[in-house]
Protein backbone atom coordinates (compact mmCIF):
# COMPACT_ATOMS: atom_id res chain seq x y z
CA UNK A 1 0.00 0.00 0.00
CA UNK A 2 2.83 2.13 0.73
CA UNK A 3 4.50 1.50 -2.38
CA UNK A 4 1.38 2.48 -4.27
CA UNK A 5 0.90 5.43 -2.42
CA UNK A 6 4.26 6.76 -3.15
CA UNK A 7 4.03 5.82 -6.70
CA UNK A 8 0.77 7.84 -6.95
CA UNK A 9 2.39 10.52 -5.09
CA UNK A 10 5.57 10.73 -7.64
CA UNK A 11 3.21 10.86 -10.62
CA UNK A 12 1.41 13.29 -9.30
CA UNK A 13 4.01 15.74 -8.42
CA UNK A 14 5.24 14.65 -11.81
CA UNK A 15 1.99 16.57 -13.66
CA UNK A 16 2.94 19.78 -11.97
CA UNK A 17 6.07 20.11 -12.96
CA UNK A 18 6.28 19.41 -16.52
CA UNK A 19 2.34 19.99 -17.96
CA UNK A 20 1.63 22.83 -15.56
CA UNK A 21 1.15 26.57 -17.37
CA UNK A 22 2.70 29.69 -15.03
CA UNK A 23 -0.56 31.94 -13.87
CA UNK A 24 -1.54 34.87 -15.98
CA UNK A 25 -1.70 38.18 -14.48
CA UNK A 26 -5.07 39.54 -15.25
CA UNK A 27 -4.27 42.12 -18.06
CA UNK A 28 -5.33 45.19 -16.13
CA UNK A 29 -8.44 47.59 -17.78
CA UNK A 30 -6.92 50.38 -19.42
CA UNK A 31 -9.36 53.20 -19.26
CA UNK A 32 -8.88 55.95 -22.15
CA UNK A 33 -10.42 59.23 -22.56
CA UNK A 34 -12.33 60.78 -25.30
CA UNK A 35 -12.65 64.61 -25.99
CA UNK A 36 -15.98 66.49 -25.02
CA UNK A 37 -17.61 67.78 -27.72
CA UNK A 38 -18.64 72.11 -27.68
CA UNK A 39 -21.33 71.34 -26.60
CA UNK A 40 -20.37 69.77 -23.52
CA UNK A 41 -17.81 72.84 -22.67
CA UNK A 42 -20.76 75.22 -23.55
CA UNK A 43 -22.19 77.56 -20.52
CA UNK A 44 -25.11 80.17 -20.49
CA UNK A 45 -23.94 83.41 -20.21
CA UNK A 46 -22.74 84.72 -16.69
CA UNK A 47 -22.31 80.93 -15.64
CA UNK A 48 -19.14 79.05 -15.14
CA UNK A 49 -17.88 75.64 -15.68
CA UNK A 50 -15.26 73.43 -13.98
CA UNK A 51 -13.24 71.80 -17.28
CA UNK A 52 -10.54 69.07 -16.38
CA UNK A 53 -8.30 67.08 -19.04
CA UNK A 54 -5.69 64.09 -17.63
CA UNK A 55 -2.66 65.29 -16.37
CA UNK A 56 0.00 63.40 -18.26
CA UNK A 57 3.20 62.74 -15.82
CA UNK A 58 5.94 62.90 -18.74
CA UNK A 59 5.50 66.66 -20.16
CA UNK A 60 3.67 65.62 -23.13
CA UNK A 61 0.92 67.69 -24.21
CA UNK A 62 -2.38 66.93 -22.24
CA UNK A 63 -5.59 65.39 -23.74
CA UNK A 64 -8.42 67.17 -25.03
CA UNK A 65 -11.30 67.96 -21.97
CA UNK A 66 -13.13 64.91 -20.43
CA UNK A 67 -14.90 66.48 -17.25
CA UNK A 68 -17.10 69.13 -17.10
CA UNK A 69 -19.30 70.57 -14.24
CA UNK A 70 -21.68 73.40 -13.92
CA UNK A 71 -23.13 73.72 -10.71
CA UNK A 72 -23.96 69.84 -9.48
CA UNK A 73 -23.88 68.48 -12.93
CA UNK A 74 -21.18 66.78 -14.24
CA UNK A 75 -20.37 65.20 -17.94
CA UNK A 76 -17.75 63.21 -18.55
CA UNK A 77 -16.09 60.81 -21.50
CA UNK A 78 -15.17 57.75 -20.71
CA UNK A 79 -14.28 54.29 -22.93
CA UNK A 80 -15.99 56.52 -25.53
CA UNK A 81 -19.00 57.55 -23.79
CA UNK A 82 -20.38 59.98 -22.45
CA UNK A 83 -21.37 59.78 -18.66
CA UNK A 84 -23.57 62.06 -16.65
CA UNK A 85 -23.25 61.88 -12.76
CA UNK A 86 -24.65 64.18 -10.18
CA UNK A 87 -22.86 66.10 -7.27
CA UNK A 88 -23.88 64.34 -3.69
CA UNK A 89 -21.30 65.52 -1.53
CA UNK A 90 -18.87 68.43 -1.20
CA UNK A 91 -16.10 69.95 1.37
CA UNK A 92 -16.78 73.23 3.19
CA UNK A 93 -13.03 74.26 2.52
CA UNK A 94 -12.92 75.96 -0.94
CA UNK A 95 -9.93 76.31 -3.22
CA UNK A 96 -11.73 79.57 -5.21
CA UNK A 97 -14.33 81.67 -3.86
CA UNK A 98 -16.95 79.39 -4.79
CA UNK A 99 -15.48 76.08 -6.05
CA UNK A 100 -14.62 73.16 -2.95
CA UNK A 101 -11.62 71.32 -2.79
CA UNK A 102 -13.26 67.80 -2.37
CA UNK A 103 -16.59 66.68 -3.98
CA UNK A 104 -18.39 63.55 -4.64
CA UNK A 105 -20.18 62.32 -7.68
CA UNK A 106 -22.64 59.38 -8.46
CA UNK A 107 -24.23 57.75 -11.38
CA UNK A 108 -25.93 54.15 -12.25
CA UNK A 109 -22.91 52.34 -13.19
CA UNK A 110 -19.76 54.48 -11.47
CA UNK A 111 -18.99 56.99 -8.17
CA UNK A 112 -16.30 59.68 -8.49
CA UNK A 113 -13.96 61.75 -6.07
CA UNK A 114 -12.53 64.71 -7.13
CA UNK A 115 -9.85 66.38 -4.70
CA UNK A 116 -8.27 69.62 -6.56
CA UNK A 117 -5.94 72.66 -5.18
CA UNK A 118 -4.54 75.76 -6.98
CA UNK A 119 -1.31 74.83 -8.92
CA UNK A 120 2.02 75.78 -8.85
CA UNK A 121 2.91 74.60 -12.39
CA UNK A 122 4.06 77.66 -14.97
CA UNK A 123 2.17 75.44 -17.55
CA UNK A 124 -1.00 77.27 -17.21
CA UNK A 125 -3.67 75.19 -15.68
CA UNK A 126 -4.80 77.14 -12.10
CA UNK A 127 -6.06 73.74 -11.11
CA UNK A 128 -4.74 69.93 -10.62
CA UNK A 129 -5.75 67.46 -8.49
CA UNK A 130 -6.91 64.02 -8.62
CA UNK A 131 -9.97 62.21 -10.06
CA UNK A 132 -11.10 58.36 -8.35
CA UNK A 133 -13.43 56.80 -10.17
CA UNK A 134 -15.14 53.11 -9.07
CA UNK A 135 -17.83 50.69 -10.45
CA UNK A 136 -20.00 49.10 -8.74
CA UNK A 137 -17.81 45.87 -9.45
CA UNK A 138 -15.22 47.40 -7.24
CA UNK A 139 -13.19 48.29 -10.10
CA UNK A 140 -11.44 51.32 -9.09
CA UNK A 141 -8.56 54.05 -10.70
CA UNK A 142 -7.10 57.32 -10.35
CA UNK A 143 -6.84 60.04 -12.76
CA UNK A 144 -4.52 62.96 -12.25
CA UNK A 145 -6.00 66.09 -13.73
CA UNK A 146 -5.16 69.80 -14.20
CA UNK A 147 -7.72 72.38 -15.94
CA UNK A 148 -9.70 75.75 -14.48
CA UNK A 149 -12.71 77.04 -14.46
CA UNK A 150 -14.25 78.82 -17.89
CA UNK A 151 -16.86 81.42 -17.36
CA UNK A 152 -18.71 82.93 -20.28
CA UNK A 153 -19.84 86.89 -20.02
Known sequence: MRAVSAILIFLLGGCGAYGAKPLQAPKAQVLTTGSLSAHHLSVWPGQCALVLRPRPEDGAPAEAP????????????????????????????????????????????????????????????????????????????????????????
Not at 67 to 89: C, H, K, P, W, Y
Not at 106 to 130: E, F, Y
Open 66 to 153: FFAQSDNDVTMILEGRQVSLRRTESSSDLVTATLPRSQAFVAPTLSAKLLIRQSDSSDGAPLQGVLSLTKPNGWSTVIPVDGGRRCRQ
